[in-house]
């Protein structure tokens, strides 16, 4: 049984950071894509970052280029985001997700997707 657990949310006011935290239990993660959505209220859940099984390959949405990093720790099974600049838009519940994958390509959309953690909440005030 795969899980993920996220962490490293919480209430931040505007350009402060904060540094998400996904650990992946059950499986090596070596063999996934991993990836980081958020759902703000009222909304569709949106991907926001992407990197590939050896971690060569990354992607981001335009809404956070430049601002967030992903990155993994295959050593620790767990993968990270790291968010800078943040603002009153990127508040939502961050969501981390795994995707097996026999290919080194990077997943950003969640139908490629095969497990999902419970979410972290981040809230960003002006």
């Known amino acids: 049984q795969v899980q993920l657990v996220e962490s490293g949310g919480g209430s931040v006011q505007v350009g402060d950071s904060l540094r998400l935290s996904c650990v992946v239990s059950?499986?090596?993660?070596?063999?996934?894509?991993m990836g980081w959505f958020r759902q703000a209220h009222g909304k569709e859940r949106e991907s926001v970052a992407a990197?590939?099984?050896?971690?060569?390959?990354?992607w981001y949405s335009d809404s956070v280029k430049g601002r967030f990093t992903i990155s993994r720790e295959d050593a620790k099974n767990t993968v990270f985001l790291q968010m800078n600049s943040l603002k009153p838009e990127d508040t939502g519940v961050y969501y981390c997700?795994?995707?097996?994958?026999?290919?080194?390509?990077?997943?950003?959309?969640?139908?490629?997707?095969?497990?999902w953690g419970q979410g972290t909440q981040v809230t960003v005030s002006s």
């Open positions: 059950g499986r090596t993660i070596r063999i996934y894509g």
């Open positions: 997700a795994a995707g097996l994958s026999h290919t080194d390509y990077v997943f950003n959309q969640g139908y490629q997707y095969d497990y």
């Open positions: 990197v590939s099984w050896s971690g060569n390959g990354t």
